[in-house]
Every structure is written in structure tokens, then in C-alpha cells.
């Protein structure tokens, strides 16, 4: 029997890592505007505040503290020049255009889960589901070109407000949802590796406190080796604290939980 009825997966540090793609960009991007680039560390910190879902922006963020710190008399770039910075490193060609031209950091990207994952989470009746801050062309190359998923459910950049805003959680969950979302319906599950996800989930209650939502919390890649096992521990911990329901190591994992438990 089914314990949930819907699972929607944030897509970045959860189907790919993004260390040395959509990271490494924002690394690049501050360093190209300020002299200083922020460490892994620090952009885990940032992303732990629960309010830099967008790299874009918290690119900009960076970029304003260190230049309060350390060289105030600089001014801070504009976000249109944050964005067709960041855009050349990742992309390293026209995101509206043909991937097979790309050149940038996309390149570099590790699948975390196989096309099976889902065929065996619709055996079990699961509906599944991405809401991602990703940018569209982005998802869906590694969606469609790469896990060759076929018209997969998708809310990406643009499609609805930022996360930690839960509309666009909301608007996939009803959209895929056999029942109406409430008390009849059984418990959808969102998993994501930072605190916005975590409160996408919490400002989900709020909405439909009648519909059972589960949050499902999953440290970033770069986390999980035996060297940084500390960090792990202090970043999983936060999310814990912030209100994750369950960690777990991979999402792979999510075929033998019984999450209706929680």
C-alpha cells in the first residue's frame, strides 16, 4: 500500500550534484567582481540563512559583504551583470539555444539517481515531481537529456515565486494529487538540501494545514565525504533543527521508507 501519494524533489545537490557546476559559477562570479572567493563553507553558511535560494542573488549578497569588509570604496556590480556573469560560467553558451553548444560548468555535473528511480516509484503508485530554482533550459537538460525523462512535472525558475514561498510546491502537489489536497488525501514529501526547502514545507502547513506535508532533508554532495563528516553532521543538524522531518543519505532510499510513520 502506498504511504504517500506524491513525492516532488528539489533537482540541485539532490538528482545532480552541483559542486563544480552551479557552485563553482558562483565562486567564479564573486571572485570576477571583488577579488574574493568565498569557500564552499561560506556559500553552505549563506544558504543555511534560509533566504539565498537563488545563486544570482546571493552571488550579489557575497559580493556586497565583502566589499563592506574589506573595500568599501568599491561599488557593487548590478544584478543584470551578476546574472550574464554567472550565465557565461555555467551555460558557457546561449541557455536559449542548443545544449549541444554549451561549453560551461553544466558540463561538469554528477547524476545522483538513474531513470529506474522514478519507473519504480510510479510501480508503487507514487506521483513524482520537481520545484527547483533552477533556471528552465538548465532542468530540463538534465531531466530530458540526460535522465530522459519524458515531459517530467516541473515548476523551475520563473514558473512561480521563489522558494522558501510554497506556491509553486503547492501548485505541482494539487496538480498531482489523486485527491483533493486535505485530511482525505494521503502525505505528499518534498526533499531538499538547504532550509528553504525545509520551510517551502513549514509555509506549505500554514496553507493547507489540513493536507499532511512532509519534509525530507538530504545534505549536499560535497558533504558526504568520510573528511567532512563534521560538517555534515552540523549541516544536517540545522536542518533538523529548522524542521525536517527525516534526513536521508540518498533519495534512493526514499523506495524502502515507510514515511507515512512520520
Known amino acids: ?29 564573486v571572485y570576477r567582481f571583488c577579488g574574493w572567493e568565498p569557500s564552499y563553507r561560506d556559500i553552505d553558511n549563506a544558504k543555511n540563512e534560509g533566504i539565498w535560494n537563488n545563486d544570482w542573488d546571493l552571488s550579489l549578497e557575497l559580493i556586497k559583504r565583502n566589499i563592506k569588509s574589506k573595500n568599501p570604496n568599491l561599488k557593487p556590480p548590478q544584478r543584470q551583470d551578476i546574472i550574464r556573469c554567472f550565465e557565461d560560467f555555467y551555460f558557457g553558451g546561449n541557455p536559449n539555444k542548443d545544449s549541444n553548444d554549451w561549453s560551461g560548468f553544466i558540463r561538469n555535473e554528477e547524476l545522483l539517481v538513474e531513470k529506474e528511480f522514478f ?48 506556491q509553486g510546491f503547492i501548485y505541482l502537489a494539487k496538480k498531482l494529487s489523486k485527491d483533493k489536497l486535505g485530511s482525505s488525501n494521503l502525505p505528499i514529501a518534498y526533499i531538499g538540501d538547504t532550509i528553504a526547502d525545509v520551510q517551502t514545507v513549514l509555509n506549505a502547513r500554514k496553507k493547507i494545514p489540513s493536507q499532511k ?31 525536517a522531518d527525516l534526513i536521508v543519505n540518498s533519495v534512493n532510499e526514499l523506495l524502502n521508507i515507510n514515511l507515512k510513520l512520520l
Open 213 to 243: 506535508f512532509i519534509s525530507l532533508g538530504i545534505a549536499p554532495p560535497h558533504l558526504h565525504l568520510e573528511s567532512r563528516k563534521k560538517e555534515r553532521d552540523l549541516y544536517e543538524s540545522k536542518l533538523k533543527e529548522k524542521g
Open 1 to 29: 500500500m502506498n504511504n504517500v501519494s506524491v513525492i516532488l524533489f528539489d533537482i540541485d545537490g539532490v538528482i545532480r550534484s552541483v559542486e563544480n557546476s552551479y557552485r563553482l559559477s558562483l565562486k567564479k562570479t
Open 119 to 166: 519507473t519504480l516509484l510510479s510501480l508503487q503508485g507514487i506521483s513524482w515531481g520537481f520545484v527547483s530554482g533552477a533556471e528552465s533550459a538548465s532542468a530540463k537538460f538534465v531531466l530530458e537529456k540526460r535522465l530522459k525523462l519524458e515531459s517530467p512535472p516541473l515548476i523551475a525558475m520563473g514558473d512561480a515565486p521563489d522558494k522558501p514561498d510554497p
